[in-house]
């Protein structure tokens, strides 16, 4: 079945950057859409930035400039590097993968068929 690992968050000071990471199994990775997702309690999940299979980002205006994504095909694994993180980038951050999304629709989260865990990002003053 299709897994969805996400790593590398933790505790920073704002300023500092983190590379998050997204291991996937059980399908073929290449040939999905993949994206970042942020949620904080109390509010809706919003997209950070998407990806479609041959390598087209999107990005939410709101992250322009400081989030970048990446896929690596070969090592079936998704990135998400984030810099200058600020405070209010405190939150729990999500990978998420489908087979079939248009990229007109690859910043919207129920197009999503496939979720990850979760990996906490806590930035601190």
């Known amino acids: 079945q299709v897994q969805l690992m996400e790593s590398g968050g933790g505790s920073v000071q704002a300023g500092g950057s983190l590379r998050l990471s997204c291991l996937a199994s059980?399908?073929?990775?290449?040939?999905?859409?993949m994206g970042w997702f942020r949620q904080v309690p109390g509010k809706e999940r919003e997209a950070l930035v998407c990806i479609d299979s041959d390598g087209t980002p999107s990005y939410a205006d709101s992250v322009k400039g400081r989030f970048d994504i990446s896929r690596d095909n070969a090592k079936n694994t998704l990135y998400l590097q984030i810099d200058n993180l600020k405070p209010e980038d405190t939150a729990t951050y999500y990978c998420a993968a489908d087979p079939s999304t248009p990229w007109w629709k690859l910043l919207l989260p129920s197009q999503y068929k496939y979720w990850g865990q979760g990996t906490q990002v806590t930035v601190s003053s």
């Open positions: 059980g399908y073929t990775f290449s040939t999905y859409s």
